[in-house]
């Protein structure tokens, strides 16, 4: 006999994104474009700062809601960047990566029985917390309005059961941001309801045109709002685990309990590179968008000449085709074009079922791989459509 788990855990799978990179073992010649992680290094100042602490020995715990230095860092660069008034004593925890940042909201504020509405395709990273906590994440269709929420859609889900909305901009998978007129309609509706906003905003210096707007720079939907953030991608610092948690001082006094008896603090060493990632490289984002801004015109270029339909990203570093016209799931697709193409893409039907039909293409690779990629892919295509033709014959 062995003792049973906590059966919300069956609920909850492994992320699609990982379960198809997984496969990838059993083609080691494939090119990978699944995987959303900067491919520049750290920084050199940043990593020097780290360094430098280790060598002096600043090696043990912080404040549980991480160095001073750090959170007023923090709060002076929301403040000069998006007019946003975070008090570092009170508002802001530093996280391990925007993941427990994620969680960490989540578990301040839901309730078994609690609904979420997630606008979807989404991250993966945020259904299964939502279910570990006994709550419901209720899907509000993006897919046929631009990977926009529309606010009367918005306005249709939201009842007594709901206490969040999620927002994700500039999003994964799509890669697509939300004007400032699309915020403000949103606004209008959140604005009446009693319920809680998180957004994710850790795309937000991969913002290529126009500015990113937070939602908490709303007056009316500050209060209720979790800022999510970090410095993962914008730094290229996945591995340094450097979150950002801002929101309610009357809810941010509950956040820091639960952060403590999980977390303790995030890892001093990387708390010292985030100070430098913050103060002296404030423009590393800049020189990466750069990079990101040319291989997104040119993917754009060679999936429209491939006859895939795509939105235009303009931040992150993710495109999201449609291949809806090829009569296949994204899974299909994808494992065909593994199998028989050498390039693996993420099936957009990992990011829920509004991904169906859509593939993502991660772009934070270098050209060579990419090119590499786009000439594989156009090949699978044609090869895809002969078939196609002569079975029509
Ligand atoms: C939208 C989004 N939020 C959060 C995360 C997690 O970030 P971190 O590595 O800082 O935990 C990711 C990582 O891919 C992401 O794409």
């Not at 491939?306 to 291949?323: D, Q, R």
Request: glycine share 6%.
């Amino acid at each position: 006999m062995s003792p049973s788990i906590n059966p919300r855990v069956h609920e909850i799978a492994i992320s699609g994104i990982r379960q198809f990179a997984n496969q990838l073992v059993h083609y080691p010649d494939a090119v990978n474009l699944t995987i959303g992680q900067p491919d520049f290094p750290t920084p050199d100042n940043v990593k020097q700062a780290a360094i430098s602490a280790i060598e002096n020995d600043l090696t043990g715990y912080s404040h549980n809601a991480g160095l001073i230095d750090l959170r007023n860092a923090v709060s002076k660069f929301f403040y000069g960047t998006y007019n946003l008034t975070y008090n570092a004593e009170t508002d802001i925890i530093i996280t391990i990566g925007a993941s427990e940042a994620i969680d960490t909201t989540f578990r301040a504020i839901l309730e078994p029985g609690d609904e979420v509405i997630l606008p979807a395709p989404f991250y993966t990273g945020y259904e299964p917390i939502i279910k570990l906590l006994g709550c419901t994440p209720v899907y509000l269709n993006t897919s046929d309005t631009g990977f926009v929420p529309d606010p009367k859609r918005l306005e249709a889900l939201i009842n007594e059961n709901t206490k969040a909305i999620l927002f994700n901009f500039p999003s994964n998978p799509t890669g697509v941001t939300i004007e400032k007129e699309q915020m403000d309609a949103l606004e209008q509706v959140l604005a009446q309801k009693d319920v809680f906003i998180v957004s994710d905003e850790i795309y937000s210096l991969n913002t290529f045109e126009g500015t990113h707007t937070p939602f908490a720079s709303y007056p009316s939907l500050k209060d209720k709002t979790f800022t999510i953030h970090g410095l993962s991608k914008s730094h290229s610092m996945t591995g340094w685990r450097i979150g950002f948690l801002m929101g309610p001082t009357d809810v941010m006094k509950h956040c820091i309990k639960i952060h403590q008896y999980n977390a303790v603090c995030a890892s001093l060493p990387s708390q010292y590179a985030a100070i430098e990632a913050l103060t002296n490289g404030r423009d590393n984002p800049a020189k990466m968008n750069e990079h990101y801004i040319n291989r997104r015109d040119y993917l754009l270029e060679r999936l429209h000449a491939m006859g895939l339909p795509v939105e235009i990203p303009k931040g992150a570093f993710y495109l999201f085709p449609s291949i809806q016209h090829l009569g296949m799931t994204s899974f299909e697709f994808c494992t065909k074009l593994l199998q028989d193409g050498g390039v693996a893409c993420v099936p957009g039907s990992a990011f829920s079922s509004y991904g169906e039909g859509f593939i993502r293409i991660s772009y934070a690779y270098k050209m060579d791989t990419l090119i590499e990629g786009m000439d594989r892919m156009d090949k699978f295509l044609q090869s895809l459509n002969n078939t196609r033709n002569v079975e029509s014959v």
